[in-house]
């Protein structure tokens, strides 16, 4: 169910999340995974959800993506958030369990599914 209300607080989760990484420059992906410190903290991965009606939703996939980061440590989700603003990260491809990279992983194409309640 998509939810409203103050959600301030996440962004210092987010921000947490990306000053773990050992790239806080690159906010493109192509940058991003040819830093050699980078270890995959900023890629999170995030349901797609399609909404149905206003108390529900339908998750359609997964998708990975880049959280922004301004430097260590970011304050990038602090600084530009407030309240009930949306979060901006980058939409890098769908999301590969294990994987630091989007998309199907391996020679084979193949790829995990697994369904989460």
């Not at 806080?24 to 995974?33: L, Q």
């Not at 009606?53 to 958030?81: C, E, K, W």
Request: a neutral charge.
């Amino acid at each position: 169910m998509l939810t409203s209300g103050n959600k301030a607080s996440e962004a210092r989760y987010l921000d947490q999340r990306a000053s773990q990484d050992g790239d806080t420059v690159h906010n493109t992906y192509a940058s991003y995974v040819a830093s050699p410190t980078h270890n995959g903290r900023r890629l999170i991965a995030i349901a797609l959800v399609n909404p149905v009606d206003p108390s529900h939703s339908s998750v359609i996939g997964f998708g990975q993506f880049l959280l922004m980061a301004n430097g260590s440590p970011s304050d990038y989700y602090d600084r530009n958030t407030k309240g009930n603003d949306p979060y901006c990260a980058l939409y890098v491809g769908p999301y590969n369990i294990g994987s630091t990279s989007p998309g199907a992983g391996g020679s084979t194409g193949a790829s995990v599914v697994r369904l989460v309640e």
